[in-house]
Structures are given as structure tokens and as C-alpha cells.
């Protein structure tokens, strides 16, 4: 069973970095494929990033390719999203979610079996 925490949101202004954390507890994260995802305000809930178990393939929505970097530190069971260049409309809630995959791709996001509890970016000048 995994449990799932996100940090490091906050506020910042447009053109501005942050990078969240995303830290799993209670298995490890050797074959887990681990999702970004964030809800706007007033929109659904939208994958923007994925990574697999090794690490190896990574993807981006086009919305944030070229600005946004996932990595993963297994033996620290966390995951990161450096977030660079913020635009005003990066602000929402961002969760992290896992799923046990050994595949070589990420998983389809409706297959995420654990989800953390969100951490708030707001983009505001």
C-alpha cells in the first residue's frame, strides 16, 4: 500500500521555478510508474507528466514540454517535477499518483492505483 505526499508548491511569479517533491511511503519504488497531474481551476484533473519504473521514458503534455523535467531518486522513493518558466495558467492543484508497472512505457492515466493529497502552485504577478 502506497502513501503518497507532494510538497513544495507555493506562490511565484510568471517565469518563475519550482520544484515539487513527490515522496512515497510503505513500498518500494523500484517498479512503480509515478504521474503528475494537476487540476485547474474549474477544469478537470489532466496528466502532465509521467515516468516509468527505470526511469528510462518519460512524457510530457504539450502544454508543459520544454518547461517541465520528471526525474526519480528510487533509493530516496521520491519524484520530482522541476517546473521552469511558470505561466499564469500552470496555477492549480498538483497530485502525484503510482502505479505498480514494470512496463517500458508509462501506464495510461486512468490505471493509477495511489494518489497524494495535492500541493497548491499559484502563477500570480
Known amino acids: 500500500q502506497f502513501q503518497l505526499v507532494e510538497s513544495g508548491g507555493g506562490l511565484v511569479q510568471p517565469g518563475g521555478s519550482l520544484t515539487l517533491s513527490c515522496v512515497a511511503a510503505?513500498?518500494?519504488?523500484?517498479?512503480?510508474?509515478i504521474g503528475w497531474f494537476r487540476q485547474a481551476p474549474g477544469k478537470e484533473r489532466e496528466e502532465i507528466s509521467c515516468?516509468?519504473?527505470?526511469?528510462?521514458?518519460?512524457n510530457y503534455a504539450d502544454s508543459v514540454k520544454g518547461r517541465f523535467t520528471i526525474s526519480r531518486d528510487n533509493a530516496k522513493s521520491t519524484v520530482y517535477l522541476r517546473m521552469n518558466s511558470l505561466k499564469l495558467e500552470d496555477t492549480g492543484v498538483y497530485y502525484c499518483?503510482?502505479?505498480?508497472?514494470?512496463?517500458?512505457?508509462?501506464?495510461?492515466?486512468?490505471?493509477?492505483?495511489?494518489w497524494g493529497q495535492g500541493t497548491q502552485v499559484t502563477v500570480s504577478s
Open positions: 515516468i516509468n519504473s527505470g526511469g528510462g521514458s518519460t
Open positions: 510503505g513500498a518500494p519504488l523500484d517498479y512503480v510508474a
Open positions: 499518483a503510482a502505479k505498480p508497472w514494470a512496463g517500458s512505457s508509462c501506464p495510461l492515466p486512468r490505471y493509477y492505483d495511489f
